[in-house]
């Protein structure tokens, strides 16, 4: 069973920025952060495979990068520029295979975090 550990959330004002930081606890071939607002359904934020071309959701181009330490299969989501519609329940999520805009595709899901933008 894959463990993922979240950190990174909290409350920032439009402009501002928050780095997130997903840890696995064993190598998976996909590992994505997603989000959820109340009322939507999870959305992809950016998902990652250790090969291959990445998911990046349009509105998080231009303004929110990843990194991926794959010797410590950790995905790091820097969200910068943040706006309120940015506010969210973050969730980072894995598969072992192929990445998937589909959340329900994912096996793996972490706890979620809180990001809160205020205008």
């Known amino acids: 069973q894959v463990q993922l550990a979240e950190s990174g959330g909290g409350s920032v004002q439009a402009g501002g920025s928050l780095r997130l930081t997903c840890v696995a606890s064993e190598f998976v071939y996909c590992m994505a952060w997603f989000r959820q607002t109340p009322g939507k359904g999870r959305e992809v934020v950016v998902a990652?495979?250790?090969?291959?071309?990445?998911l990046v959701a349009d509105f998080a181009k231009g303004r929110f990068t990843f990194t991926q330490d794959s010797a410590k299969n950790t995905l790091y989501l820097q969200m910068n520029n943040l706006k309120p519609e940015d506010t969210a329940s973050y969730y980072c999520?894995?598969?072992?295979?192929?990445?998937?805009?589909?959340?329900?595709?994912?096996?793996?899901w972490g706890q979620g975090t809180q990001v809160t933008v205020s205008s």
């Open positions: 990652n495979p250790r090969i291959g071309s990445t």
């Open positions: 999520a894995a598969l072992r295979g192929t990445c998937s805009w589909n959340w329900a595709s994912y096996a793996y």
